[in-house]
């Protein structure tokens, strides 16, 4: 069974950091592109980032460069995404997807307040 | 970065009626161009990929169409499960955009 299982989402300051993580079972890892996706409460969706397979091309959204990282493990059939300098306005569920295939995990919920 | 437009923002419709959505790309996508469904608390669903492919395990009631800068999904009959909100995303190039949606709420 395809499954994506995100992570690490929670509670944060402005200004501080959380580190999202992405388990991924069930297909072959390093054969696509992976990304992630946000919904902010009551809005729409934002493509933040995309992968390659072997991590040598990386795209993220303007809103976030400079201060989101994404990154992967082939070995550990991982994804992740290090976000740093955090805004309320990142305030969002955050959905790990296997690109544009349609599989998507089910969200973790990372909230920036003070 | 290609703005796209979906129309009508709401549409009111009751069981069984068909269902027409817009998405117009400031720019021409192509075929680049894939529909979701989301509902509360769930993940969203993809529904059509590549303007008119529906998605595995979709029903056949769903259909999309188009190319260029005017696409369209259609419901053919509304289900009840089928009331929800409806994105166009294209991925023509980078960034990678959804339209502000579509909701289909029960009349």
């Known amino acids: 069974e395809v499954q994506l299982v995100e992570s690490g989402g929670g509670l944060v300051q402005p200004g501080g950091s959380l580190r999202l993580s992405c388990a991924v079972s069930?297909?072959?890892?390093?054969?696509?592109?992976m990304s992630w996706v946000r919904q902010a409460p009551g809005k729409g969706l934002e493509w933040v980032a995309n992968?390659?397979?072997?991590?040598?091309?990386?795209y993220s959204v303007d809103s976030v460069k400079g201060r989101f990282t994404v990154s992967r493990d082939n070995a550990k059939n991982s994804l992740y995404l290090q976000m740093n300098s955090l805004r309320v306005e990142d305030t969002a569920v955050y959905y790990c997807?296997?690109?544009?295939?349609?599989?998507w995990g089910k969200g973790t919920t990372v909230t920036v307040s003070s | 970065e290609i703005v796209l437009t979906q129309s009508p923002a709401t549409l009111s419709l009751s069981p069984g009626e068909r269902a027409t959505l817009s998405c117009r790309a400031s720019q021409s996508i192509g075929s680049y161009l894939d529909w979701y469904q989301l509902k509360p608390g769930q993940a969203p669903r993809l529904l059509i990929s590549t303007a008119s492919n529906r998605a595995t395990g979709i029903p056949a009631r769903f259909s999309g169409s188009g190319s260029g800068t005017d696409f369209t999904l259609t419901i053919s009959s509304l289900e009840p499960e089928d009331f929800a909100v409806y994105y166009c995303q294209h991925r023509s190039n980078w960034p990678w955009t959804f339209g502000q949606g579509t909701k289909v709420e029960i009349k």
């Open positions: 997807a296997r690109g544009s295939t349609g599989v």
């Open positions: 069930g297909f072959s890892f390093s054969s696509y592109w």
């Open positions: 992968i390659k397979q072997d991590g040598s091309e990386i």
